[in-house]
């Protein structure tokens, strides 16, 4: 079947859930990409001056519980509605987003994070459910394949928009964000429809605690299969490896890579582009390196899911998963702005070949009239690949390869007694003040550090993490599946 005849195949209520995906993850990755650089950068920059392990346990912990509640999101969304669900989920998205910049402790942040991942949660089954529901063993291939493009045509879209913005204001980050998802509330108002009739008497069966009850026995029926239930737990360490993505890559960019390079070479062959992009200081900020990986989702990804739909599922995975941990760990192994260029594209075509395949995998074992609640199930390795990726970010990054650990670290053993950071003597103030201390500018004591400290080890971690998750799906695969 050519892909021309599988498109006509797609009902309108399929376009439009892919398009409120692609303003809801435009709104999401727009402060998400950076959210990393806001939590941690110094204060006065605007940002919060975290520690990496503050920020790990807000990422890490926050997105984790984000990714459980679609268990029970999903669930009820089956039983009350997709539209009705889609409402609220943009009515609290649209709120938080606007009180976020008020918020300036790590207690307080942490808070408003946990309540933006409710509305999240609320969102993010019914899409996927939809896009099962209007689906067939025939499309859903190349369908799963436009929802993911979608996916990385709001992640392109958003970092530009707020990118832009950051240089006036981190606040017209979250105000940019609440503007984008709003819309949804047009498209959900007046173009959505319910993909499947809903039984009404069904919805009234149970009591709240009964339906509660209900949807965890589900949930226990469908994770009793211990095949299924380790599927999981493994494709859990790709989503460990995953997110490193997000949660490490623009610090380590930030606070290691010379972008310069990056910046001299575009402003050589495309000034216009160059200026548009880069700083005063002739350099490229992170959030548009970073995101060269949806731009490369979006040119090639139904090239890959064409290629890759005449093969199993857990064989695309395996291959996949492989594939995007050396890229990602490559990534993490240089501070040269050109080669993460390079590595990235490594990093998405693994992306692509396996992250579409594990929802489509998921969605297509479930019971038609359990759909949304599978899908919520799939959201298990996610929200454990998101804690280990947290602790891997925080605990871990800090330790290895946080600049501002690694100065400590020299200025003890020189015996430089330099203050302790605070709101008066910021993460910057720190770093300028313990350059002059050891006779260096900011630059070469950068380079000092990366020479002595090797932070760039830190890639071994996120790449070993990822290449052991292959290697544990293929024995999967031979040992468990197929003697099955």
Same mark, same amino acid.
């Given at each position: 079947? $050519?892909?021309?005849?599988?498109?006509?195949?797609?009902?309108?209520?399929?376009?439009?859930?892919?398009?409120?995906?692609?303003?809801?993850?435009?709104?999401?990755? =727009?402060?998400?990409?950076?959210?990393?650089?806001?939590?941690?950068? @110094?204060?006065?920059?605007?940002?919060?001056?975290?520690?990496?392990?503050?920020?790990?346990?807000?990422?890490?912990?926050?997105?984790?519980?984000?990714?459980?509640?679609?268990?029970?999101?999903?669930?009820?969304?089956?039983?009350?509605?997709?539209?009705?669900?889609?409402?609220?989920?943009?009515?609290?998205?649209?709120?938080?987003?606007?009180?976020?910049?008020?918020?300036?402790?790590?207690?307080?942040?942490?808070?408003?994070?946990?309540?933006?991942?409710? =509305?999240?949660?609320?969102?993010?089954?019914?899409?996927?459910?939809?896009?099962?529901?209007?689906?067939?063993?025939?499309?859903?291939?190349?369908?799963?394949?436009?929802?993911?493009?979608?996916?990385?045509?709001?992640?392109?879209?958003?970092?530009?928009?707020?990118?832009?913005?950051?240089?006036?204001?981190?606040?017209?980050?979250?105000?940019?964000?609440?503007?984008?998802?709003?819309?949804?509330?047009?498209?959900?108002?007046?173009?959505?429809?319910?993909?499947?009739?809903? *039984?009404?008497?069904?919805?009234?069966?149970?009591?709240?605690?009964?339906?509660?009850?209900?949807?965890?026995?589900?949930?226990?029926?469908?994770? $009793?299969?211990?095949?299924?239930?380790?599927?999981?737990?493994?494709?859990?360490?790709?989503?460990?490896?995953?997110?490193?993505?997000?949660?490490?890559?623009?610090?380590?960019?930030?606070?290691?890579?010379?972008?310069?390079?990056?910046?001299?070479?575009? *402003?050589?062959?495309?000034?216009?582009?160059?200026?548009?992009?880069?700083?005063?200081?002739?350099?490229?900020?992170?959030?548009?390196?970073?995101?060269? /990986?949806?731009?490369?989702?979006?040119?090639?990804?139904?090239v890959i899911s064409s290629l890759v739909m005449r093969y199993k599922p857990l064989s695309a995975m395996i291959a996949?998963?492989?594939?995007? @941990?050396?890229?990602?760990?490559?990534?993490?192994?240089?501070?040269?702005?050109?080669?993460?260029?390079?590595?990235?594209?490594?990093?998405?075509?693994?992306?692509?070949? $396996? @992250?579409?395949?594990?929802?489509?995998?998921?969605?297509?074992?479930?019971?038609?009239?359990?759909?949304?609640?599978?899908?919520?199930?799939?959201?298990?390795?996610?929200?454990?690949? *998101?804690?280990?990726? =947290?602790?891997?970010?925080?605990?871990?990054?800090?330790?290895?390869?946080?600049?501002?650990?690694?100065?400590?670290?020299?200025?003890?053993?020189? *015996?430089?007694?330099?203050?302790?950071?605070?709101?008066?003597?910021?993460?910057? %103030?720190?770093?300028?003040?313990?350059?002059?201390?050891?006779?260096?500018?900011?630059?070469?004591?950068?380079?000092?550090?990366? %020479?002595?400290?090797?932070?760039?080890?830190?890639?071994?971690?996120?790449?070993?993490?990822?290449?052991?998750? $292959?290697?544990?799906?293929?024995?999967? /695969?031979?040992?468990?599946?197929?003697?099955?």
């Open positions: 079947m $050519s892909i021309t005849s599988v498109l006509k195949r797609y009902p309108t209520t399929f376009w439009v859930a892919n398009m409120m995906e692609l303003f809801e993850r435009w709104a999401w990755y =727009g402060f998400y990409i950076i959210f990393a650089l806001y939590l941690t950068n @110094s204060t006065d920059e605007g940002a919060l001056g975290f520690t990496q392990t503050q920020k790990g346990l807000i990422m890490g912990i926050g997105t984790a519980f984000l990714y459980l509640l679609p268990i029970i999101t999903g669930a009820l969304s089956d039983r009350i509605g997709y539209r009705k669900t889609l409402f609220i989920a943009y009515t609290i998205y649209t709120i938080v987003f606007l009180l976020i910049p008020i918020f300036k402790s790590f207690t307080a942040v942490f808070i408003i994070y946990l309540m933006l991942a409710i =509305g999240a949660a609320l969102f993010k089954p019914i899409i996927a459910a939809t896009v099962t529901k209007t689906t067939d063993a025939q499309s859903s291939s190349i369908g799963f394949g436009i929802f993911y493009m979608m996916v990385n045509i709001g992640g392109f879209i958003g970092p530009f928009v707020t990118g832009f913005v950051r240089k006036y204001s981190w606040d017209y980050v979250f105000y940019s964000s609440a503007a984008v998802i709003a819309v949804n509330f047009i498209l959900v108002a007046f173009f959505y429809r319910e993909p499947v009739q809903k *039984n009404k008497e069904d919805k009234q069966k149970y009591t709240f605690t009964e339906q509660i009850s209900h949807i965890f026995g589900n949930i226990g029926k469908a994770l $009793s299969d211990w095949r299924f239930a380790l599927f999981l737990v493994i494709i859990a360490g790709f989503w460990t490896m995953y997110m490193q993505f997000y949660m490490t890559l623009p610090v380590f960019i930030d606070q290691w890579v010379n972008t310069a390079v990056l910046y001299d070479f575009l *402003n050589h062959y495309w000034p216009w582009l160059a200026h548009q992009l880069g700083t005063v200081g002739g350099t490229i900020p992170a959030e548009y390196i970073l995101n060269v /990986d949806a731009g490369y989702i979006i040119l090639f990804q139904i996949g998963i492989l594939i995007a @941990s050396v890229g990602l760990g490559l990534s993490l192994a240089t501070q040269d702005g050109l080669f993460i260029i390079v590595a990235l594209l490594v990093f998405s075509v693994g992306e692509m070949m $396996s @992250s579409p395949k594990i929802t489509e995998y998921i969605g297509r074992i479930a019971p038609s009239d359990k759909t949304a609640l599978y899908i919520g199930c799939s959201y298990i390795p996610v929200a454990l690949g *998101n804690l280990f990726a =947290g602790i891997v970010s925080g605990n871990v990054y800090q330790n290895i390869s946080d600049k501002i650990t690694l100065t400590q670290k020299e200025a003890l053993v020189r *015996n430089i007694d330099l203050p302790a950071i605070s709101a008066q003597f910021t993460k910057n %103030d720190y770093f300028q003040r313990a350059a002059t201390k050891m006779n260096m500018n900011t630059d070469q004591l950068t380079q000092f550090l990366w %020479d002595k400290y090797h932070p760039s080890s830190f890639w071994i971690v996120v790449a070993g993490i990822g290449i052991s998750a $292959s290697v544990i799906l293929f024995l999967y /695969d031979q040992f468990i599946i197929k003697r099955r």
